[in-house]
């Protein structure tokens, strides 16, 4: 099988509602490399940044995954000006909890008083009323987890959250917080090569939440002779098969493969429509595990 002799569309990956509430396709795009070196500032170069945008959502995706600390704000600003006023169906999942000192730092910060700021603050630059998914960036010692998830319920029952989400946190804590508001999707590092995560997928999976992995192509940890057979049977790249992975994983996965090459995202695009055998797939799963 050819991805080139199919049409390329994020349609064909199939959908997922979260929340019970907003429909999308499962491969999504995470517009964090959009921004400047480091995840900060502007981009080098700002026409092919909105150009990657706009083509994502040709294509067919109508789900962009972002946070208010990618620039920090630069990627919210992009993604108003490309895609302002929004496709009916296309669905913006932001998040907060994050300071940037400056290039390539991060600092936590989750406080109820700095969440109430965040979210006014992705609202207006990101020309909403309501925020679609909000996520917790991750937890934020010395805030207590509970009272940041508070602080998002409060938010959501004034109508400022459509839905609440997750990001960088363990099975316990989605527990926890389905104590206190519904959850519709968790954010964590997972990919072909990367397996840390697997108890949070599976716990995803029993409870019908999303999960969202990030830097779903593991930095480049998807080299193996077995993904590179694969690859070549189904005239694709090492890349695409691993998103066709994550894809067949299981029906709550939305991977989120982010560029800022129009022509990457294209690809990555393009393994929506790979579909790998039982064989295959099992073969992978076990490479994966030994990577």
Not at 32 to 48: H, N
Not at 62 to 68: E, G, L, M, P, V
Not at 107 to 130: F, I
Request: aromatic share 6%.
């Amino acid at each position: 099988m050819s991805t080139q002799a199919q049409p390329v569309s994020a349609a064909l990956s199939g959908t997922f509602t979260l929340g019970g509430e907003l429909t999308v396709n499962r491969l999504g795009y995470g517009a964090m490399r959009i921004t400047g070196e480091g995840i900060w500032g502007p981009p080098k170069d700002k026409k092919e940044a909105l150009a990657v945008l706009r083509r994502a959502v040709e294509l067919g995706v109508n789900f962009i995954d972002t946070a208010d600390s990618y620039g920090p704000n630069v990627s919210e600003e992009l993604i108003a000006e490309a895609l302002y006023p929004y496709p009916k169906d296309l669905v913006i999942a932001t998040k907060g909890g994050w300071l940037r000192p400056g290039p390539n730092h991060w600092t936590h910060e989750a406080s109820p008083e700095h969440l109430r700021s965040a979210v006014e603050g992705s609202l207006k630059r990101l020309r909403l009323d309501r925020i679609d998914v909000y996520q917790l960036h991750a937890p934020a010692p010395p805030t207590p987890f509970k009272d940041s998830m508070q602080a998002l319920a409060e938010l959501q029952r004034e109508g400022k959250i459509r839905l609440v989400a997750l990001s960088n946190v363990t099975r316990e804590h989605v527990e926890k917080a389905r104590k206190i508001v519904p959850i519709a999707s968790v954010q964590n590092r997972y990919s072909f090569a990367d397996r840390e995560w697997e108890n949070v997928v599976d716990y995803c999976e029993q409870n019908g939440t999303a999960f969202i992995p990030w830097f779903p192509l593991g930095a480049g940890k998807v080299a193996g002779e077995a993904l590179s057979r694969v690859a070549k049977a189904h005239q694709a790249t090492p890349m695409q098969v691993a998103l066709a992975w994550l894809l067949q994983r299981t029906p709550v996965m939305l991977p989120i493969p982010g560029t800022s090459s129009v022509q990457h995202a294209e690809e990555n695009i393009a393994a929506a429509g790979v579909k790998l055998t039982k064989s295959e797939f099992e073969e992978l799963d076990h490479a994966g595990m030994a990577a």
